[in-house]
C-alpha cells in the first residue's frame, strides 16, 4: 500500500512563503506523475501544479509565477515551494500521486492565509 504524507502547512500572513513536503513510501520514479491540489471550503478540489516522471511541470494560472513544485528522488518526497501567498490560497493541499493502475492521495495538510 503506498502512502503520501504531506507536511508544512500552516499559518502565513499575504505575502508570505510555505514549503509543503510529501512524502511517498515508494520511488517517486515509479509514478507516472505527482501532483498538488487543493480544496477550499465550498469549491471543487482543483489540481495546482503537476510534475511528470520526466520532470515537466505544469501550473493552474493562479499560481504561475508563485508557486514551483520540486522532488528529490534521494528522499522520495515531493515539495510545493508557495510564494507571495495570498487569502484565495487558503485551502487543504493534498499530494497526489498515480501510476500504470491506480490514484493515491495523502491526507492534505492546511495552508490558511491571512490578510
Known amino acids: 500500500q503506498v502512502q503520501l504524507v504531506e507536511s508544512g502547512g500552516g499559518l502565513v500572513q499575504a505575502g508570505g512563503s510555505l514549503r509543503l513536503s510529501c512524502a511517498a513510501s515508494?520511488?517517486?520514479?515509479?509514478?507516472?506523475?505527482m501532483d498538488w491540489y487543493r480544496q477550499a471550503p465550498g469549491k471543487q478540489r482543483e489540481r495546482v501544479a503537476r510534475?511528470?516522471?520526466?520532470?515537466?511541470?505544469v501550473y493552474t494560472d493562479s499560481v504561475k509565477g508563485r508557486f514551483t513544485i520540486s522532488r528529490d528522488s534521494a528522499k522520495n518526497t515531493l515539495y510545493l515551494r508557495m510564494n507571495s501567498l495570498k487569502p484565495e490560497d487558503t485551502a487543504v493541499y493534498y499530494c497526489?500521486?498515480?501510476?500504470?493502475?491506480?490514484?493515491?492521495w495523502g491526507q492534505g495538510t492546511q495552508v490558511t492565509v491571512s490578510s
Open positions: 510534475i511528470t516522471r520526466y520532470g515537466t511541470a
Open positions: 497526489h500521486a498515480d501510476d500504470v493502475t491506480t490514484s493515491y
Open positions: 515508494r520511488s517517486i520514479f515509479t509514478f507516472n506523475a
